[in-house]
């Protein structure tokens, strides 16, 4: 995928989700008692990527995500867009290599009940497409997790594209927005 391509579905994306808390909101502002919209911005840890038998040792540095999620507490789910980045560099015989993953997807997400007045367990998943060096893929990356206090974010998720950048990822985000109002 060319960065021209990129972009246009990422515009579209936020031009959307634009679209949907802005009618949203109007249509039930009244009723709420939780923010609608909420940001994050974390960093992940990739692991269990697979190396082909020709290489033999990975260096994985941490990624980086961001997130804007429409929340519709009613029905306890979340949806939103996020960009994801990572990179490793795998060494081999003769060569060392570099990966890199820049992901854009629609994410997805039930909120269970909040336990204890603090801990909010979620399960969800994303979709979109992938630019993996060079290459587009369609990226999906189901995960589960935890919310803290409204502001900390853990989860554990696997990202799905080819054989060679698929892996589990681990993630802790900051969260502002969200949560009930005051």
């Known amino acids: 995928m060319n960065r021209k391509m990129f972009i246009n579905m990422a515009m579209k994306q936020i031009i959307l989700l634009t679209g949907f808390i802005v009618i949203y909101s109007a249509a039930f ?45 009613d029905r306890h789910l979340s949806i939103g867009t996020q960009l994801y980045l990572a990179g490793w560099t795998v060494k081999g015989y003769d060569v060392s290599n ?27 998943s994303g979709i979109g497409l992938a630019s993996l060096n060079e290459s587009s893929k369609l990226y999906i990356s189901p995960r589960i997790g935890v919310e803290v206090w409204n502001r900390l974010r853990f989860s554990f998720g696997y990202n799905i594209t080819n054989r060679l950048y698929s892996g589990f990822v681990v993630k802790l985000g900051f969260v502002a927005g969200g949560g009930k109002k005051k």
């Open 29 to 73: 502002a009244q009723k709420q008692q939780y923010r609608l919209v909420e940001g994050e911005l974390g960093v992940s840890m990739p692991f269990g990527i697979p190396a082909t038998y020709s290489e033999q040792s990975m260096e994985i540095s941490p990624g980086l995500y961001g997130e804007i999620r429409f929340n519709i507490p």
């Open 98 to 124: 570099k990966r890199n993953t820049v992901a854009l997807n629609t994410v997805f997400d039930y909120n269970f009940s909040e336990i204890k007045g603090f801990l909010l367990p979620f399960a969800g």
